[in-house]
């Protein structure tokens, strides 16, 4: 088995060491994580113009449709320069989610603008009493008229201050505890009712605890 980079991939390698180089000095690492949002919009619309974003998106939606491998070659190198643009919550997390589990009009929507990095996601999945285990969610998702109404919180939700949209898991059957019963909504950062308490993390990025109410 072959387990050596493709010409493509070592052309990836490649930028994205470039781009930690020219922008991440620690010099101006210090200063980035310094700023009130904790990363700069110019280098995020340079990973938008670099391709990056939508390295995993599929090609019907203007990605470029690559592998995980790919994914994993700019993660390493971002990991190296310590970045911290919201890349892995957005166009990992985010976009991944969204191209599993969203429907075709989400899709057309959503994706398209990911990649021409025009909008940026956090996921809501942790829970103060729920420690590692993912099916332990009290946050509720009641049926209301053509909609569903979201009522609980969530702790420590990375990139969640500069999110444009947030993904949540709610409860929508089941007992807390119950890995059934799970659903995932997509909640406007400007929805009424939900709360964002932001704050720095141990290692300089941003983070926040969410509440909802009736949201």
């Avoid at 938008?48 to 998106?57: C, K, S, T, Y």
């Avoid at 420690?131 to 009641?142: I, W, Y």
Wanted: charged fraction near 25%; hydrophobic fraction near 45%; glycine fraction near 12%.
């Amino acid at each position: 088995m072959d387990f050596a980079f493709s010409d493509e991939q070592r052309q990836l390698k490649d930028s994205v060491e470039r781009f930690v180089r020219d922008r991440y000095a620690f010099d101006k690492w210090r200063k980035t994580v310094g700023t009130d949002a904790g990363f700069r919009e110019e280098n995020w619309h340079q990973m938008a113009e670099l391709g990056w974003l939508g390295v995993a998106v599929p090609e019907d939606f203007g990605g470029l449709g690559g592998t995980a491998i790919d994914t994993m070659v700019i993660m390493e190198g971002l990991g190296a320069g310590l970045v911290v643009e919201p890349y892995f919550s957005t166009a990992v997390l985010g976009g991944g989610l969204i191209a599993a589990a969203g429907s075709s009009a989400l899709k057309k929507e959503l994706l398209p603008k990911l990649v021409e990095g025009k909008v940026k996601f956090a996921f809501a999945f942790a829970e103060h009493q729920a420690r590692f285990n993912l099916g332990d969610v009290s946050l509720t998702a009641k049926k209301s008229g053509n909609g569903y109404v979201l009522n609980g919180q969530k702790c420590v939700v990375f990139d969640a201050p500069a999110a444009d949209k947030i993904i949540v898991s709610a409860r929508t059957a089941g007992g807390h505890l119950d890995p059934k019963g799970i659903s995932l909504f997509l909640v406007d950062r400007t929805a009424k009712g939900l709360g964002i308490k932001g704050f720095r993390t141990l290692d300089h990025r941003r983070a926040a605890d969410l509440s909802f109410e009736k949201v």
